[in-house]
């Protein structure tokens, strides 16, 4: 699994470029440097990765008095699904198997990652959409649906702004009196939250929730407590992107991974390339 150690140069780069999209004051770009690395430093580093990020996004937050510094990036990624939706959604309705379709449209929307992806064009997003909608899916279709039928209570864990439009078309598919949609608490990266979901219509459709935290992540100690109920009575859960993966991985709650793999710590970890669509059931209920 990914380690603190391993994402020390992504996290001083997350840093530099938010507090760049919030000032131009160098003084405070070498602040954040300077907190982040005295963080880095004190940090235990057998917490997950997105620990780091949530305490660096805070200070930088506090420093430049922002709520929400990739609040333009976040709209601009969530005009640019909307744009998309109405093609896509007619694309599912019409497919052979508009779930399976429907999963891998979610998949492509998981490029919409700014922590990765800085500067994400709206051509990127297409060719993620050609890219995911033909690619080898690592899943079991069949088993998905079959967990889905069964399941009395659904939580899905969603993950970033603009990514939610292409969750909507899978959560359409899916029995939305059972269904509770899990968005961040507070503003990080281009994370989605309640107000993202309310822009993009999300909420007008499901049933929408906070976990209460501001990590980019699902780090279950720094959840609501309600949210935590809630996530111990699922007996499904769909867990959307990298970071809820390198939170939860060790989880032996029901969960589902729905990413696609985006660095080479996570392919190796799931035993697979990098780039790869993934739906896989927690290892932890298959015995892996």
């Known amino acids: 699994m990914k380690t603190f150690l391993d994402c020390v140069p992504c996290l001083l ?10 000032t131009q004051d160098e003084r405070v770009h070498e602040t954040i440097v300077r907190t982040a690395l005295e963080s880095m430093a004190a940090m235990d580093f057998r917490r997950p990765p997105a620990a ?28 640019a699904a909307m744009s998309l939706y109405p093609a896509c959604a007619a694309r599912v309705a019409g497919a ?3 779930l399976e379709l429907a999963v891998r449209l979610a998949i492509a ?11 994400l064009t709206e051509e990127e997003m297409l060719a993620s959409l050609d890219e995911c909608v033909d690619a080898p899916l690592d899943c079991s279709i069949a088993e998905f649906a079959r967990a889905v039928e069964e399941a009395d209570e659904i939580l899905y864990l969603a993950d970033n702004a603009g990514e939610i439009v292409f969750d909507r078309l899978l959560l359409e598919r899916l029995p939305r009196e059972k269904l509770t949609v899990a968005v961040r608490g507070k ?15 999300l909420a007008e459709v499901v049933n929408v929730i906070d976990n209460g935290s501001d990590a980019p992540g699902t780090i279950l100690d720094d959840c609501s407590d309600a949210f935590r109920r809630r996530f111990e009575r699922a007996d499904l859960i769909i867990s959307k992107g990298q970071g809820n993966y390198e939170t939860l991985a060790g989880s ?8 696609r793999v985006k660095c080479p710590i996570i392919a190796r970890h799931l035993g697979c390339s990098v780039g790869t669509t993934i739906l896989r059931r927690a290892s932890s209920q298959t015995g892996a």
């Open 52 to 79: 780091m990020a949530q305490i660096i996004h805070r200070r930088i937050r506090e420093l430049t008095d922002t709520s929400d510094p990739y609040a333009r990036q976040k709209r601009r990624l969530n005009d």
């Open 109 to 119: 929307g998981n490029v919409m990652d700014l922590a990765v992806k800085t500067h």
């Open 96 to 98: 052979a198997d508009p």
């Open 187 to 201: 503003p990080v990266i281009n994370d989605a939250t309640i107000e993202d979901a309310r822009y993009v219509g």
């Open 13 to 22: 780069h997350q840093a530099l470029h938010s507090v760049r999209c919030t």
């Open 252 to 259: 032996t709650r029901p969960i589902w991974f729905l990413l």
